[in-house]
């Protein structure tokens, strides 16, 4: 039942791209299956998509925070379950555009029932957001009023067991992790090809693991004996690699470390810098850009970036006169980021690490 229904949704994918066969000639994107000029209402039917569980994060104050106009330009670069997307087309009033962006195959038919209402208000892109100049380029768009990027992945993508993110032991799947199914790097190849050195590195910077160390070793030492190719055996390995008492107490001794690969499996913080910076070059004065992180190295640089573009003069304090000639380009909304609020984290636990930061275009 489950793969029938699986099978119909990715022939619906592949139809899709071929009736908005639209693509410029030039490098094939992520997946190689953008959605080109699609409007939100152009194909799937409520019983080809699949059923998508996201609660969208700090929905009003990020969408608040992008301070719609009607008839602007938006961009979601991370759409989901379309929570912020269907917010921000709403405030759109039936003018304007938005632009709903997500690498993975999901998410897309998610964002195509659940949108499908605004008609030609709203394009959903499949594609890596990393390809926004691309992707404005193709719809023939020079300017922006706004960003939202709500990081990290989905309800969906950690609840859909077969996806491989999961830690939990109840249930087990292959090592796969990745957002967009295309894509050749999965978890397996991380967990089995890459050195212990390599695995230490990215277990104790993006899981923030104090026993990385442990548990790269134990890695390395299980993959000899066979091949690590279930989200189960590696939870098991991360498990007996953890000292006992720090098992009983907190939570589950695989959830940094699936958190790490994952990061590394989607290259989650490559994409985050370039990407914004390219989408403020091109906004308009007063648009806006709403960025919700979940982990510390992804605020850090949402942060480093802002920072940036919003101060003036570099030059050193003793200098008679600017020779840096630097202008600020953005004003910083929110000094300290905006965190989910009492009710929220009793509603959605995931939102506890969430971290909310708006600028504005000078
Ligand atoms: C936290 S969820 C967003 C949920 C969404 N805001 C909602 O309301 O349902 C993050 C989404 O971003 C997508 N994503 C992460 N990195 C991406 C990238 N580089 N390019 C495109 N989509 C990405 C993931 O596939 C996932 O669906």
Avoid at 63 to 69: D, F, H, T, W
Avoid at 79 to 92: D, K, N, P, T
Wanted: net charge neutral; charged share 30%.
């Amino acid at each position: 039942m489950e793969k029938k229904a699986s099978h119909r949704k990715d022939k619906n994918i592949k139809n899709i791209n071929k009736d908005n066969n639209t693509r410029r000639s030039g490098a094939a994107r992520e997946g190689d299956s953008i959605i080109r000029g699609m409007a939100a209402g152009d194909a799937l039917t409520s019983e080809t998509a699949p059923v998508f569980s996201h609660l969208p994060v700090m929905l009003h104050s990020a969408v608040g925070g992008l301070a719609i106009k009607p008839g602007g330009v938006y961009v979601d670069c991370t759409a989901g379950g379309g929570g912020h997307s269907e917010a921000i087309a709403e405030h759109l009033s039936g003018g304007g555009l938005l632009i709903a962006i997500d690498r993975d195959a999901d998410a897309i038919e998610a964002c195509q029932k659940r949108l499908s209402r605004f008609g030609d208000t709203v394009k959903i892109v499949h594609d890596n957001y990393v390809n926004l100049p691309a992707i404005l380029d193709d719809l023939g768009i020079k300017e922006i009023d706004g960003i939202l990027m709500d990081l990290g992945v989905s309800s969906h993508q950690l609840d859909t067991i077969e996806r491989g993110f999961s830690y939990s032991t109840d249930k087990d799947a292959p090592l796969d992790m990745r957002m967009d199914r295309s894509s050749p790097l999965d978890a397996s190849i991380v967990v089995n090809s890459y050195s212990e050195d390599e695995l230490c590195r990215i277990i104790r910077d993006y899981g923030e693991e104090r026993y990385a160390a442990r548990i790269a070793k134990r890695i390395v030492e299980e993959r000899e004996r066979e091949p690590i190719l279930t989200t189960r055996r590696l939870s098991e390995i991360i498990k007996s690699a953890v000292p006992a008492a720090s098992v009983q107490h907190g939570s589950h001794p695989a959830k940094r470390t699936f958190q790490a690969i994952r990061i590394e499996v989607n290259g989650e913080l490559d994409a985050i810098e370039p990407t914004l910076r390219f989408a403020i070059s091109v906004m308009r004065s007063g648009g806006r850009a709403s960025v919700i992180t979940f982990h510390s190295l992804e605020d850090r640089i949402v942060k480093t970036l802002f920072t940036e573009l919003s101060v003036r003069c570099t030059c050193p304090p003793d200098f008679p006169v600017c020779v840096c000639g630097k202008r600020p380009s953005l004003k910083i909304i929110n000094k300290k980021p905006i965190t989910a609020d009492e009710e929220e984290l009793k509603m959605n636990p995931r939102s506890r690490s969430a971290k909310l930061r708006i600028s504005e275009k000078i």
